[in-house]
């Protein structure tokens, strides 16, 4: 059974930053990406950045570009998303999300939630102004 657990969520003020780590359990993480996604109240979970095992490569949506990065741990297995130069805007609920081990190609980088099949309990990023 796949999990997916999280941490380092909590409140800072706008420009400061916060780093979070997702630790999956009985999941291989080869040929297939990771992802963090985030909702807010009121609004559909977005993509935020994903990670693809293949090369490492990764992608975000614009609106964190330059400020989040998405990194793994190799040694420790675990999922990171350092996020600075926090904004109001970036309050959310924060999910790790894992796609199905050994898709093989990079579509899940794409930050849609339809390859994801296994997310994580979500962690609570506030930012105040």
């Known amino acids: 059974q796949v999990q997916l657990l999280e941490s380092g969520g909590g409140s800072v003020q706008a420009g400061g930053s916060l780093r979070l780590s997702c630790v999956p359990s009985?999941?291989?993480?080869?040929?297939?990406?990771m992802a963090w996604f985030r909702q807010a109240p009121g609004k559909e979970r977005e993509g935020v950045a994903a990670r693809y095992s293949v090369g490492g490569a990764t992608n975000y949506v614009d609106s964190v570009k330059g400020r989040f990065t998405i990194s793994r741990d190799i040694d420790t297995n675990t999922l990171y998303l350092q996020m600075d130069s926090l904004k109001p805007e970036d309050t959310a609920t924060y999910y790790c999300?894992?796609?199905?081990?050994?898709?093989?190609?990079?579509?899940?980088?794409?930050?849609?939630?339809?390859?994801?099949?296994?997310w994580g309990q979500g962690t609570q990023v506030t930012v105040s102004s």
């Open positions: 999300a894992a796609a199905r081990t050994g898709l093989w190609n990079n579509f899940c980088l794409q930050l849609h939630p339809g390859p994801y099949n296994y």
């Open positions: 009985g999941y291989t993480y080869s040929g297939t990406c």
